[in-house]
């Protein structure tokens, strides 16, 4: 049977990996007391930016790798991936955990886990594989990362292992798993914690899962709310338009209703984004949805300001202000200068477009 995909590689430039497992990362370092500064070297987010209350920020795929492999060579012990996934819980799986539940049998639940694995922050590359056994999900790293890939492994088995667990549990445990990497020096540890007989230096990383608990019905399945959960999960999927992009369409639009007040809302509706979507892909382009709001209505009062048609109440109008003094104030913040003096300096001119 080909090889069938269910997740496509999102492109590595782009800061849409939910940071969950960078941020688990700092927590151990932080209980070990290992200096994490130093991951973040040369990096825009630092270790302030996983403490805090807002919540870990998003990553490109490469500063995620890059701070795992700095967190790996600082970290004492061997087997963090097996240590760290094996703490995690259902509740971490958040909305996909309760899309799971809510599946009719075991083997739906883990075909919508695959497809939707970007949603938690996954930075391996999943799909099902039918199998003699069963279905085999296999795993790939986007990109070539030996000096991770055991740890990304490790992380994703051990975690999804517990989740397995909470869902069908305690006597589930997958048929095999095989991994492409050679054995580790801890490799026994495997099949301590995963409950499955594993093999090292095979052609792909996957773990194969028996045909009988694919059948096997959710205690909780309920077809109405997994409709509405796989909404949300589909909706929530990382964007795999470039952030330029973003920003272009977005521009685009603001100045089509340049003299209304938009909502970021219904623009993201507009680019089939959710909100929280086009936010995240306008921080990966280091722009905001205000700041592009602004310079779209700055352009456009420049330049009605330099023609010279229109009293500064109506220019004020167009951009979007029903008072001219916050228009006057926002000019202000804008440029410096106050509307008449931009009017007065460039006179007829004609203003150069961006």
Same mark, same amino acid.
């Given at each position: 049977?080909?090889?069938?995909?269910?997740?496509?590689?999102?492109?590595?430039?782009?800061?849409?990996?939910?940071?969950?497992?960078?941020?688990?990362?700092?927590?151990?370092?932080?209980?070990?007391?290992?200096?994490?500064?130093?991951?973040?070297?040369?990096?825009?987010?630092?270790?302030?930016?996983?403490?805090?209350?807002?919540?870990?920020?998003?990553?490109?795929?490469?500063?995620?790798?890059?701070?795992?492999?700095?967190?790996?060579?600082?970290?004492?012990?061997?087997?963090?991936?097996?240590?760290?996934?094996?703490?995690?819980?259902?509740?971490?799986?958040?909305? +996909?955990?309760?899309?799971?539940?809510?599946?009719?049998?075991?083997?739906?639940?883990?075909?919508?886990?695959?497809?939707?694995?970007?949603?938690?922050?996954?930075?391996?590359?999943?799909?099902?594989?039918?199998?003699?056994?069963?279905?085999?999900?296999?795993?790939?790293?986007?990109?070539?990362?030996?000096?991770?890939?055991?740890?990304?492994?490790?992380?994703?088995?051990?975690?999804?292992?517990?989740?397995?667990?909470?869902? +069908?549990?305690?006597?589930?445990?997958?048929?095999?798993?095989?991994?492409?990497?050679?054995?580790?020096?801890?490799?026994?540890?495997?099949?301590?914690?995963?409950?499955?007989?594993?093999?090292?230096?095979?052609?792909?990383?996957?773990?194969?899962?028996?045909?009988?608990?694919?059948?096997?019905?959710?205690?909780?399945?309920?077809?109405?709310?997994?409709?509405?959960?796989?909404?949300?999960?589909?909706?929530?999927?990382?964007?795999?338009?470039?952030?330029?992009?973003?920003?272009?369409?977005?521009?685009?639009?603001?100045?089509?209703?340049?003299?209304?007040?938009?909502?970021?809302?219904?623009?993201?509706?507009?680019?089939?984004?959710?909100?929280?979507?086009?936010?995240?892909? +306008?921080?990966?382009?280091?722009?905001?949805?205000?700041?592009?709001?602004?310079?779209?209505?700055?352009?456009?009062?420049?330049?009605?300001?330099?023609?010279?048609?229109?009293?500064?109440?109506?220019?004020?109008?167009?951009?979007?202000?029903?008072?001219?003094?916050?228009?006057?104030?926002?000019?202000?913040?804008?440029?410096?200068?106050?509307?008449?003096?931009?009017?007065?300096?460039?006179?007829?001119?004609?203003?150069?477009?961006?």
């Amino acid at each position: 049977m080909p090889h069938r995909r269910l997740v496509d590689p999102v492109p590595p430039g782009i800061a849409n990996i939910k940071s969950g497992i960078v941020a688990t990362l700092v927590g151990h370092g932080l209980d070990t007391g290992v200096a994490i500064a130093p991951w973040f070297e040369g990096m825009r987010v630092g270790p302030r930016d996983f403490t805090g209350p807002q919540g870990p920020p998003y990553l490109t795929y490469r500063e995620a790798c890059r701070v795992i492999q700095r967190a790996l060579a600082a970290l004492p012990g061997e087997g963090l991936g097996l240590l760290l996934g094996g703490r995690q819980s259902l509740g971490e799986f958040g909305l +996909l955990g309760l899309a799971m539940m809510a599946s009719p049998n075991f083997g739906e639940a883990m075909r919508t886990a695959v497809r939707f694995a970007p949603v938690t922050g996954s930075m391996l590359d999943l799909a099902v594989v039918e199998d003699a056994d069963g279905i085999a999900v296999t795993l790939r790293t986007r990109t070539h990362e030996p000096a991770i890939e055991a740890y990304l492994c490790e992380e994703f088995l051990a975690s999804c292992h517990n989740l397995c667990r909470a869902l +069908l549990g305690e006597g589930f445990a997958g048929k095999r798993i095989e991994l492409a990497y050679p054995a580790p020096a801890h490799a026994a540890r495997y099949a301590e914690v995963l409950g499955a007989p594993v093999a090292f230096g095979r052609p792909d990383s996957r773990v194969v899962i028996a045909r009988e608990w694919l059948a096997h019905p959710m205690p909780a399945a309920n077809p109405v709310a997994l409709r509405e959960l796989v909404a949300v999960c589909r909706a929530q999927m990382p964007s795999e338009q470039p952030p330029a992009g973003i920003v272009a369409a977005l521009q685009e639009r603001l100045a089509l209703q340049v003299a209304d007040t938009p909502r970021l809302t219904d623009l993201a509706a507009e680019l089939h984004l959710t909100e929280r979507t086009l936010r995240r892909q +306008l921080r990966a382009a280091g722009t905001s949805f205000r700041a592009l709001h602004d310079g779209v209505r700055e352009r456009v009062a420049c330049e009605l300001l330099v023609a010279g048609k229109l009293p500064i109440v109506q220019v004020a109008a167009a951009v979007g202000f029903n008072d001219a003094r916050d228009f006057r104030r926002a000019f202000k913040r804008w440029t410096g200068r106050l509307p008449r003096e931009m009017r007065r300096q460039c006179g007829g001119c004609a203003l150069a477009r961006p």
